[in-house]
């Protein structure tokens, strides 16, 4: 029986029906349904991995290191994981577990095929964090982990204003450049910001909203960001475009801030990186920076009820760790207490859809640049990060929403209209 043959006999029962995918292993040796998506299993490696990690950790760092492999780029990648994951839903499989007894015949077949040993080197493309969780040193040791790759990778896979976040597509012909700009304006819009006014951006990535709401709303802006490299990127802008006098983006934990309070706080996709239980500490500290009767406008994403909290194993071990994402309606909770009235909540997801498929489009195109620039391993680790979180989103296990607060005055009024002024454009 060929090596192909022998794992798929392995893992059918695992699966409980006809496997998903077509194995080609290491040997030549091709098993499983004709035209299902290819799965390439390229060393004895990847099984002793999968022996010593049998989860979705162990089967992201197979194909991180190449150990597995699905042939093309990432359309075949999102079939493939697009069809597997169909499978778990109709037979209702779910995670595979090993019975002691699949975990003697696995273990049997690996030796049959020379692949026990043991376990394999973690991945130099894994995050290795310490300290005390969501501390503001290791906080900062997370988002230098995931923003400071270099501002020129980024720019592999966002449009021109390296928005780094769900775009609104506000009419379905929009480009991705357009459609980040009509987010901004819809944020803006929905700040009621205007002239003369003070913004807070916290978490300000690359500054798009920041620069952006100075240039076409009048506003001063102070942004915040724990990233040096997004500091030093945003520092050219703002003299690029003669903003110095509008816009000062600091290196600067939120929980720091000490300026009186603003007219308004944006914080975009942001608050997944502080934790769960530090969220009222977070939620406490947008409320303080803002004045009565001031707007917040949040956009972050979730996590459907029934899903399991963070961003997980594999987003949080090689992309953001730390990350805590939980249901929408928990961040509702967590803002109410810490004093804001929630005025609205515009769900976002399908635009998230669309907004990752372009980003996949871009990094695609320029593919081998990015693994010049940063090694095959962490290329490997963006196609599977972007593939799978655009999936997750497709599929609503993940979710993306704005939702627009207000402080209100001691008397309780919140100076709103009571029609949204932000639906149409003034």
């Known amino acids: 029986m060929s090596v192909a043959a022998k794992l798929s006999a392995l893992m059918t029962p695992l699966v409980g029906t006809e496997l998903p995918v077509r194995i080609h292993a290491w040997d030549g040796s091709e098993a499983g349904p004709a035209n299902a998506p290819v799965l390439r299993i390229t060393s004895r490696r990847a099984l002793r991995r999968l022996l010593w990690q049998p989860d979705e950790l162990g089967i992201a760092q197979a194909y991180i290191t190449g150990e597995i492999d699905v042939p093309g780029g990432s359309r075949e990648l ?30 049997t077949l690996a030796l049959r095929l020379g692949a026990l040993g043991p376990r394999p080197t973690v991945p130099a493309s894994q995050a290795k964090l310490t300290g005390t969780l969501h501390t503001r040193a290791r906080d900062r040791a997370a988002i230098a982990h995931h923003y400071d790759l270099s501002n020129e990778f980024y720019s592999l896979i966002l449009d021109e204003s390296m928005a780094y976040s769900s775009a609104y597509y506000e009419t379905d012909d929009l480009t991705l450049a357009q459609a980040q700009r009509a987010k901004l304006d819809l944020i ?129 071990s090689y992309i953001a760790p730390d990350m805590h994402m939980r249901p929408l309606s928990e961040t509702l909770g967590f803002l109410e207490r810490a004093g804001f009235e929630i005025r609205n909540v515009q769900a976002l997801r399908e635009h998230y859809v669309r907004t990752v498929d372009a980003w996949l489009e871009t990094f695609e195109s320029h593919y081998s640049e990015a693994v010049a620039m940063v090694g095959d391993e962490m290329a490997r680790v963006w196609r599977l990060y972007l593939v799978g979180g655009g999936l997750s989103f497709e599929e609503g296990r993940m979710g993306v929403d704005q939702i627009l607060a207000v402080r209100p005055s001691p008397s309780g009024t919140s100076h709103l209209p009571p029609t949204p002024d932000w639906i149409t454009a003034g």
């Open 188 to 316: 803006c819009r929905k700040l009621g910001l205007l002239p003369g006014m003070r913004l807070l951006d916290v978490g300000c990535g690359w500054g798009s909203l920041s620069l952006h709401a100075a240039e076409h709303y009048g506003v001063r802006v102070l942004g915040v960001t724990i990233s040096g490299q997004q500091h030093e990127f945003i520092g050219k802008r703002i003299a690029e475009r003669g903003l110095s006098d509008r816009v000062e983006v600091r290196v600067q934990d939120y929980r720091e801030v000490a300026e009186q309070p603003f007219d308004a706080v944006s914080s975009i996709e942001m608050g997944e990186h502080v934790g769960e239980h530090n969220y009222p500490v977070y939620a406490g500290a947008l409320f303080s920076h803002v004045k009565p009767t001031g707007r917040l406008l949040l956009q972050q994403m979730s996590r459907r009820s029934d899903a399991a909290p963070g961003g997980g194993p594999f987003i949080e």
């Open 78 to 107: 999102a079939d493939g994981l697009r069809t597997v994951w169909e499978k778990s839903r109709t037979t209702g499989s779910g995670p595979i577990t090993l019975t002691a007894r699949q975990k003697l015949s696995a273990a």
